[in-house]
């Protein structure tokens, strides 16, 4: 299992271009990547708001260079790259939620596609090697609500612009890597790509609106009931430190091995972590010791896949990987996180720390 400290072996002093680390996920990785010394430029928009984690870790400071950016304008792209020369790349930038992408479809397909093609051509022109994770999501398969449990061979799809966005996402990857990045020509072009599909992902730090964990703490600063729109729907839930934890490890394994990992991998909690909305708001309230809930289905709704299992066996073969969390200390850290009051850089440090275990490379390392 990766650590902090087969982490700071590989990325200390390396450079890595983060695209969307103004983001809850990307605030997170930046952090991780910081403390284990790697040269982070970020390129994003500016945080939608003031509370947002970027704001309160004070992200610029950990940044070697952070661009507030458009990813659809691919010439401030480019330039951000060149002068960046990384070795590594993370594409986390994106419109990520269902919600919005009903609502503005168009601007969730332009960020999302043309923003992986702009990331991919811009590798094409770099003349460096350079190893490239690629986020896309598990709403990336053909989704018929039959409880499959998708595996990286299914095929896809995508009922709402989000997913067919993410979808889309999948085979742009696909034909830049068949095109330009074949594996066999590895010593010509130099790039590693992979494509990776992560479930819901819960943490501390989220501020987004229509999201569990955020809409369950804003429902509990303002002593409100905690409104439930799908109950019932399933998601595989997992840690936010979870993907970044596989995102980092995968970057590793391509650096070592570039032509070996050119692939799209699931990442998942195993099957008794596939928990309700309901579930995962009831052992919210118990471990926050407050809150109640209130059901208030909307048959207008736009629609949401209402379930969703992804197969995480190939993620688990490759990398010899297993969950660190389970869906209920995942909750518990997620919700842990708001109540307590240390400040937030603080408290992302601590749970990177318990997370990676890192209390013994910590202590050699200082
Ligand atoms: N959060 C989840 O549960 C989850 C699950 C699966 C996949 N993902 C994927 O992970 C990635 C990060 O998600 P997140 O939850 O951190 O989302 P987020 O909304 O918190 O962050 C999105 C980031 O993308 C950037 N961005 C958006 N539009 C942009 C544009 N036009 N130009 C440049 N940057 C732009 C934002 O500035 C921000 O930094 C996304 O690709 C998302 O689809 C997230």
Request: with cysteine; hydrophobic share 40%; net charge negative.
């Amino acid at each position: 299992m990766v650590t902090i400290h087969h982490i700071r072996q590989v990325f200390a002093g390396k450079r890595v271009f983060l695209t969307g680390h103004t983001g809850f996920k990307g605030s997170w990785l930046l952090q991780i990547l910081a403390y284990c010394g790697a040269e982070v430029t970020g390129y994003a928009l500016p945080p939608e708001k003031a509370q947002d984690l970027y704001y309160q870790i004070d992200g610029d400071s950990l940044c070697v260079k952070s661009h507030f950016k458009d990813i659809r304008n691919i010439d401030q792209l480019q330039a951000a790259f060149e002068e960046a020369k990384p070795d590594f790349v993370f594409h986390l930038a994106a419109q990520p939620l269902v919600l919005k992408s009903y609502q503005d479809p168009l601007y969730t397909f332009e960020v999302n596609t043309m923003g992986t093609a702009h990331v991919l051509e811009v590798l094409k022109k770099y003349s460096q090697p350079c190893v490239a994770v690629m986020v896309t999501t598990d709403k990336v398969y053909e989704n018929n609500d039959r409880g499959k449990n998708f595996s990286e061979n299914d095929p896809l799809g995508g009922f709402d612009p989000y997913s067919a966005s993410k979808a889309a996402c999948e085979l742009i990857i696909s034909s830049y890597r068949h095109s330009f990045f074949h594996y066999s020509k590895m010593a010509t072009h130099g790039k590693s790509i992979v494509s990776v599909r992560a479930g819901n992902v819960i943490g501390g730090g989220d501020y987004a609106d229509n999201r569990i964990i955020p809409d369950i703490i804003r429902s509990l600063e303002n002593n409100e009931e905690i409104v439930l729109r799908n109950p019932k729907s399933t998601r595989p839930w997992q840690h936010v430190l979870e993907p970044l934890a596989i995102y980092l490890d995968l970057a590793m394994h391509m650096f070592k091995e570039p032509d070996q990992w050119n692939e799209a991998f699931n990442i998942g909690p195993d099957k008794s972590d596939v928990w309700t909305v309901e579930d995962l708001a009831k052992e919210a309230i118990s471990v926050a010791g407050k809150g109640r809930l209130r059901i208030e289905q909307n048959p207008d709704a736009p629609h949401e896949a209402a379930l969703l299992m992804l197969d995480n066996q190939k993620i688990k073969d490759k990398l010899h990987w297993k969950p660190r969390m389970n869906a209920r200390e995942a909750i518990g850290a997620s919700i842990q996180w708001y109540l307590d009051e240390e400040d937030a850089s603080a408290r992302c440090l601590k749970q990177i720390k318990s997370f990676f275990d890192d209390e013994i490379q910590d202590a050699e390392h200082d």
